[in-house]
């Protein structure tokens, strides 16, 4: 860990070979590792420092006006997905070992904007490799922000620090539930893009009962029939209950 007002670009070295140590990656395990960089870190140097210590890199270049250099020399843009295009071109610089190199067009309210990404991993086409670099853990958007919005947990304040610890605590045992509810109730349902503010909202206020039989299990969902999304919510409530 290193103090919030440290840049990135200072801490990847030391962070790097503090996780060597720790986990014991030697040169078999460092060809078998992926760092995944932001931009803050995708310097040249430290591309080349990662890649000279045998690891496999996914990262984004940190150099703006390389990425518009880099852009003015594609010939054909795919279509990634709505208001964003890849293109693949040659690398802009020798990193000590072969990579590949992807530009990224996104259309904004002020024009276009674009980003380079550097990697060596082998994948079969340009949306795989960005999907791959999306595919972060985004823990201060699946928890901090959601749970301050979805859980009320930046509205709600305790006087004293045992209070708010106690507050927090059951504020993340609120969103394992909520995951839990998610993955096995909603994932492949008409709301798969509800997060934790609209499932507390819309689904979990929906007034209705559960009705078990003698022996204590789940035998009927009923929900209030004039909320227009009741019927698909039962069938989610009665596959949850039965998978627990």
């Not at 590949?100 to 795989?128: A, N, Q």
Request: with cysteine; charged share 25%.
């Amino acid at each position: 860990m290193f103090p919030g007002n440290r840049h990135t670009s200072h801490c990847l070295q030391p962070a790097v070979e503090a996780t060597e140590i720790a986990l014991e990656l030697g040169p078999d395990q460092r060809r078998r590792t992926v760092w995944r960089l932001d931009g803050g870190s995708g310097s040249d140097d430290h591309l080349r420092w990662l890649l000279a210590r045998g690891y496999q890199v996914m990262a984004k270049g940190m150099n703006h006006r390389r990425a518009e250099a880099l852009a003015r020399q594609v010939p054909r843009w795919d279509t990634y997905r709505e208001g964003v295009w890849l293109a693949e071109v040659s690398p802009p610089t020798d990193y000590g070992r072969p990579v590949r190199v992807f530009v990224k067009k996104r259309l904004t309210e002020d024009g276009y904007r674009h980003s380079y990404y550097v990697s060596t991993l082998s994948l079969p086409s340009k949306g795989r490799f960005m999907a791959c670099y999306e595919a972060r853990g985004g823990a201060e958007i699946e928890q901090f922000r959601n749970d301050k919005s979805g859980l009320g947990l930046e509205a709600r304040r305790k006087r004293s620090f045992l209070g708010q610890k106690g507050y927090i605590l059951l504020t993340d045992l609120a969103h394992n539930l909520l995951a839990d509810f998610y993955y096995h109730a909603l994932r492949d349902s008409p709301f798969v893009d509800y997060g934790p503010k609209r499932i507390v909202r819309d689904l979990l206020a929906t007034p209705g009962r559960l009705i078990f039989d003698g022996r204590g299990q789940l035998i009927r969902v009923e929900l209030l029939s004039l909320k227009h999304f009741a019927k698909d919510l039962a069938i989610c409530l009665e596959r949850y209950c039965s998978s627990h």
